[in-house]
T-cell receptor, first 112, second 113 residues
Framework: GDSVTQMEGPVTLSEEAFLTINCTYT??????LFWYVQYPGEGLQLLLK???ADDKGSNKGFEATYRKETTSFHLEKGSVQVSDSAVYFC???????????WGAGTKLIIKP | EAGVAQSPRYKIIEKRQSVAFWCNPI?????LYWYQQILGQGPKLLIQ????????DSQLPKDRFSAERLKGVDSTLKIQPAKLEDSAVYLC???????????FGQGTRLTVV
């Protein structure tokens, strides 16, 4: 069945470091891909999305490119801040029934 | 714009007791979802409503879980009787339609002891 695999956390970085959180997927067809973020004590929020191959989603300095050839959607940011500390979830949405399939989440800790 | 409201935020019950969660979606959103999120895992869809009809409840343990969305607005999720493995965060989300962005509430953290 369809699935999403994320790198395990926690990922601990210093402020201003470069961030990559890996996400790969298995799916039939061509799903849409998403990154959601969950800040402490808050609900899940959509961070960015891409709906077809080679699309790049971006928001708040974060970017991810839909790579069909490697079935990946890695999240990147050039310079992280303490306020980026959160749990990040990669997800795909099946075109057949619009169901969201989620990764396990990656906790990001940014130290000043 | 008001977001998705859920209550209570926290609940502790003993096994075999019953519990109910409430969700008020964003006004005008036709699609409503209930997810179960166990610690260290991604959310798992329990049930999806389109207006007041069930679209997908294939992963809902129907022997103990039930959900309803009367009048196509608010929704309640019930567990009866609860088991230890039901300890999780229960998330409600809504979207304008099935293929649009889902907005999530803060969740209800359930602990079964």
């Amino acid at each position: 069945g369809d699935s999403v695999t994320q790198m395990e956390g926690p990922v601990t970085l210093s402020e201003e470091a470069f961030l990559t959180i890996n996400c790969t997927y298995t799916a039939t067809g061509y799903p849409s891909l998403f990154w959601y973020v969950q800040y402490p004590g808050e609900g899940l929020q959509l961070l960015l999305k891409a709906t077809k191959a080679d699309d790049k989603g971006s928001n708040k300095g974060f970017e991810a490119t839909y790579r069909k050839e490697t079935t990946s959607f890695h999240l990147e940011k050039g310079s992280v801040q303490v306020s980026d500390s959160a749990v990040y979830f990669c997800a795909l949405r099946k075109r057949s029934n619009y169901q969201l399939i989620w990764g396990a989440g990656t906790k990001l800790i940014i130290k000043p | 714009e008001a977001g998705v409201a859920q209550s209570p935020r926290y609940k502790i019950i003993e096994k075999r007791q019953s519990v109910a969660f409430w969700c008020n979606p964003i006004s005008g959103h036709a699609t409503l979802y209930w997810y179960q999120q166990i610690l260290g895992q991604g959310p798992k869809l329990l049930i999806q409503f389109q207006n007041n009809g069930v679209v997908d409840d294939s992963q809902l343990p129907k022997d103990r879980f039930s959900a309803e969305r009367l009048k196509g607005v608010d929704s309640t999720l019930k567990i009866q009787p609860a088991k230890l493995e039901d300890s999780a965060v229960y998330l409600c989300a809504s979207s304008e339609n099935r293929d649009t962005e889902a907005f999530f509430g803060q969740g209800t953290r359930l602990t079964v002891v």
